[in-house]
């Protein structure tokens, strides 16, 4: 939630149709193909849904006829596996794993009935991975097209703390307005992660690059000859891009006054094939002169107790980067999932927007020029 406009600026810089954005999603229409370009391309979507329908479901018979009325055969075949995954929102069906069983249930009875055999259910790893969504009594089903969580790149086996996902940092990046030439910097860097998506931007690596697995529309029984070629395409341009900005990186900084968090970073970056300037330092130290961008996610809690002087020292870095009357001449980005951080900047926000950080209310706030994205 908060990020909704960068990953519709994001898909409509994909060149897909109808992109349109509401309170937690993004919309958009097009083929197959469009859906797999989606999944190779997006850095800041979670997952990409294929709707497949939407009916009425006010009570269980309602939603199992619904799911039946669906020609799973064209999705599905004896020799598949399946899941299915299950929300609900103010509705009269409230258990979602009850939701999820019901239209398990609906799937394999067709099967049944049609061809006498049934698909198998797979929670760990299925190959056709449905959603269903309930809202005001609104069912819609959808196919999973990445399967796993788009979120998962690879690389970062490690951490140090409570790290970001790849798609929220990628999003920050976004949202902070960098040109991909200026000098870049996350002083508190953690893991790692900011920094490591910046770098991929700025090299344009996709992120259907760096993934080992399948996705999940490959392993659809519909997914024959001509969609592994239009796959293969998406993937050769895709590398085509990155060799043309291979090797012309901006300055890419990742600080953090803890080495321990400056090794991980630099064992994430380098499974993330890409090379940063990575720097032991404290906050106080500070940042080089220039048109910085900096974006930061400061941790709070266990790995970090906000002391007045600590508090000071953070309002203070901000302020030199990004404060023209205090030498400032960059701009600086921060995700505060405290009041306390937000409350130590002097300067009033360009900018702030509320963004859910897992179950974490958050203030992404901007301050100083922010170039267009």
């Given at each position: 939630?908060?990020?909704?406009?960068?990953?519709?600026?994001?898909?409509?810089?994909?060149?897909?149709?109808?992109?349109?954005?509401?309170?937690?999603?993004?919309?958009?229409?097009?083929?197959?193909t469009?859906?797999?370009?989606a999944?190779f391309?997006?850095?800041?979507?979670?997952?990409?849904?294929?709707?497949?329908?939407?009916?009425?479901?006010?009570?269980?018979?309602?939603?199992?006829e619904?799911?039946?009325?669906?020609?799973?055969?064209?999705?599905?075949?004896?020799?598949?596996?399946?899941?299915?995954?299950?929300?609900?929102?103010?509705?009269?069906?409230?258990?979602?794993?009850f939701?999820?069983?019901?239209?398990?249930?609906?799937?394999?009875?067709?099967?049944?009935?049609?061809?006498?055999?049934?698909?198998?259910?797979?929670?760990?790893?299925?190959?056709?991975?449905?959603?269903?969504?309930?809202a005001?009594?609104?069912?819609?089903?959808?196919?999973?097209?990445?399967?796993?969580?788009?979120?998962?790149?690879?690389?970062?086996?490690?951490?140090?703390?409570?790290?970001?996902?790849?798609?929220?940092?990628?999003?920050?990046?976004?949202?902070?307005?960098?040109?991909?030439?200026?000098?870049?910097?996350?002083?508190?860097?953690g893991?790692?992660?900011?920094?490591?998506?910046?770098?991929?931007?700025?090299?344009?690596?996709?992120?259907?690059?760096?993934?080992?697995?399948?996705?999940?529309?490959?392993?659809?029984?519909?997914?024959?000859?001509s969609?592994?070629?239009?796959?293969?395409?998406?993937?050769?341009?895709?590398?085509?891009?990155?060799?043309?900005?291979?090797?012309?990186?901006?300055?890419?900084?990742?600080?953090?006054?803890?080495?321990?968090?400056?090794?991980?970073?630099?064992?994430?970056?380098?499974?993330?094939?890409?090379?940063?300037?990575?720097?032991?330092?404290?906050?106080?130290?500070?940042?080089?002169?220039?048109?910085?961008?900096?974006?930061?996610?400061?941790?709070y809690?266990?790995?970090?107790?906000?002391?007045?002087?600590?508090?000071?020292?953070?309002?203070?870095?901000?302020?030199?980067?990004?404060?023209p009357?205090?030498g400032?001449?960059?701009?600086?980005?921060?995700?505060?999932?405290?009041?306390?951080?937000?409350?130590?900047?002097?300067?009033?926000?360009?900018?702030?927007?509320?963004?859910?950080?897992?179950?974490?209310?958050?203030?992404?706030?901007?301050?100083?020029?922010?170039?267009?994205?």
């Amino acid at each position: 939630m908060g990020t909704e406009p960068a990953l519709r600026d994001e898909l409509r810089e994909l060149r897909l149709r109808s992109v349109r954005a509401d309170r937690g999603g993004v919309h958009f229409e097009g083929s197959l193909t469009d859906g797999m370009r989606a999944c190779f391309h997006s850095r800041v979507a979670q997952r990409i849904l294929l709707e497949l329908a939407a009916f009425d479901a006010p009570n269980e018979a309602a939603l199992y006829e619904g799911v039946r009325s669906v020609t799973w055969a064209e999705h599905l075949s004896t020799k598949t596996s399946f899941a299915v995954r299950a929300s609900s929102k103010k509705s009269a069906l409230t258990h979602t794993q009850f939701l999820a069983q019901l239209v398990k249930d609906a799937v394999v009875d067709q099967f049944r009935e049609e061809q006498g055999q049934r698909p198998d259910v797979s929670r760990d790893d299925p190959d056709v991975l449905l959603s269903l969504h309930l809202a005001q009594n609104q069912a819609t089903l959808y196919l999973d097209l990445a399967g796993d969580a788009l979120f998962a790149r690879g690389y970062r086996t490690r951490h140090d703390g409570a790290p970001l996902k790849e798609t929220l940092a990628a999003a920050l990046v976004r949202m902070s307005g960098w040109d991909q030439q200026s000098p870049f910097i996350d002083p508190m860097c953690g893991s790692g992660t900011v920094v490591i998506e910046a770098a991929l931007l700025a090299s344009a690596v996709a992120p259907g690059l760096m993934k080992k697995q399948k996705f999940g529309f490959q392993r659809w029984a519909s997914f024959g000859a001509s969609e592994a070629a239009a796959l293969q395409s998406i993937r050769e341009r895709a590398s085509e891009a990155h060799e043309k900005k291979k090797g012309a990186l901006p300055r890419i900084v990742g600080r953090d006054v803890a080495a321990s968090a400056i090794e991980v970073t630099r064992e994430n970056a380098g499974r993330a094939g890409v090379t940063l300037e990575l720097v032991q330092a404290d906050i106080a130290v500070a940042i080089p002169e220039g048109a910085w961008t900096m974006v930061v996610n400061p941790p709070y809690g266990d790995r970090m107790s906000l002391t007045p002087k600590l508090l000071s020292s953070f309002g203070a870095m901000v302020e030199r980067n990004s404060n023209p009357k205090k030498g400032g001449e960059g701009s600086s980005s921060v995700l505060c999932g405290t009041p306390e951080l937000l409350e130590a900047i002097p300067s009033r926000p360009s900018k702030l927007v509320r963004i859910m950080n897992g179950d974490i209310e958050c203030r992404f706030a901007s301050y100083g020029e922010r170039k267009p994205a």
